[in-house]
């Protein structure tokens, strides 16, 4: 099976901006998760996805927002960025909701500027 | 608040040696225990897991020693090889609720020497 795949790979915006980051979950997986994770605060939760529904939500601004479609693809979104938004935003999937294994991708390397 | 304490945060390691990885948790909620290795420019990986009920896992040079009631769990790492050098995370699932995420700690980078 492949792997959890994420694009873009890199990104760089400015202060103020918006992205979107898109997660491919391994074939069969229904649930996604993310991660933010920066040299400072380490790996920390973002929110879960399971059958188009966010299960559970992280300690962050409602600025970071995602969503789930059908085929479980899953995509977040920052708005407004900061500085400190900066960090390797990763994806993770696992065949059911609070599940015991997640198979993380590779990351998207956000940078602002 | 940090809800799972890894130590140390670098180690260095000779090749050949053990190398040893120390987490400590707070919350008995929690059901489940990963350890992940992270690689530069790759997402972190599942290396091995346990569940409270069990003191040891062995997964050929890795192995994950518990003790439910000190709240602590170790990842040792047996004739270690420079290829181990990584980012190793704990992690710990709270199994009560709907709260299934993953919590880890801070990262221990090792480095094996040859």
């Known amino acids: 099976k492949a792997g959890v795949t994420q694009t873009p790979r890199y990104l760089i915006k400015t202060r103020g901006q918006q992205v979107t980051l898109s997660c491919s979950p391994i074939?069969?997986?229904?649930?996604v998760s993310w991660y933010q994770q920066t040299p400072g605060q380490g790996l920390q939760f973002l929110f879960e996805?399971?059958?188009?529904?966010?299960?559970n939500k992280g300690n962050f601004p409602g600025r970071f927002s995602g969503r789930q479609f059908s085929n479980s693809r899953s995509e977040m979104n920052v708005s407004t960025l900061e500085l400190g938004d900066s960090a390797l935003y990763l994806c993770?999937?696992?065949?059911?909701?609070?599940?015991?294994?997640?198979?993380f991708g590779p990351g998207t390397r956000l940078t602002v500027l | 608040q940090q809800q799972v304490k890894q130590s140390p945060q670098s180690l260095i390691v000779q090749k050949g040696g053990i190398s040893i990885i120390n987490c400590a948790y707070e919350?008995?909620?929690?059901?489940?225990f990963p350890w992940y290795q992270q690689f530069p420019g790759k997402g972190p990986a599942l290396l091995i897991a346990i569940r409270p009920d069990v003191s040891e896992k062995k997964e050929g040079r890795f192995t994950i020693s518990f003790n439910k009631s000190a709240k602590q769990f170790s990842l040792h790492i047996m004739d270690s090889q420079p290829g181990d050098s990584a980012t190793y995370f704990c992690?710990?699932?709270?199994?009560?609720?709907?709260?299934?995420?993953?919590?880890f700690g801070k990262g221990t980078k090792l480095s094996v020497k040859p």
């Open positions: 996805y399971f059958s188009e529904t966010q299960r």
């Open positions: 993770a999937s696992s065949s059911t909701t609070s599940t015991d294994t997640q198979y």
């Open positions: 919350n008995t909620a929690f059901d489940y």
């Open positions: 074939s069969g997986h229904r649930s």
């Open positions: 992690a710990a699932r709270d199994g009560g609720g709907s709260q299934g995420n993953l919590i």
